[in-house]
Nanobody, 116 residues
């Protein structure tokens, strides 16, 4: 009932920045917690950042705190992940997640590669 589409990934040099977007569509009426996760090759999916759907109560993984910022544009029904000071350890597929009435929805993922 809810579709999430990520965009903004790509190849970036170490120290560079990217801004990921996650556009939500479908039967949206009571979105709650939203967030970004990532999965690197050979590793399990891990939480990157979460927030309530109104943009409040943010939470970040220790590895990205101070470098990444999660935000939301309510009018566009889009959540963002601003990523600064990127390093090779940030290379992963990044997934957007939203929850509505206890049901979790996931995007298809967008690849972020940090390499010289």
């Amino acid at each position: 009932q809810v579709q999430l589409v990520e965009s903004g990934g790509g190849l970036v040099q170490p120290g560079g920045s990217l801004r990921l977007s996650c556009a939500a569509s479908g039967s949206i009426f009571a979105l709650n917690v939203m967030g970004w996760y990532r999965q690197a090759p050979g590793k399990q999916r891990e939480l990157v950042a979460t927030m309530l759907s109104d943009g409040s109560t943010t939470n970040y993984a220790d590895s990205v705190k101070g470098r990444f910022t999660i935000s939301r544009d309510s009018a566009k029904r889009t959540v963002y992940l601003q990523m600064n000071s990127l390093g090779p350890e940030d290379t992963a597929v990044y997934y957007c997640r939203a929850r509505q009435l206890g049901v979790e929805y996931w995007g298809q993922g967008t690849q972020v590669t940090v390499s010289s």
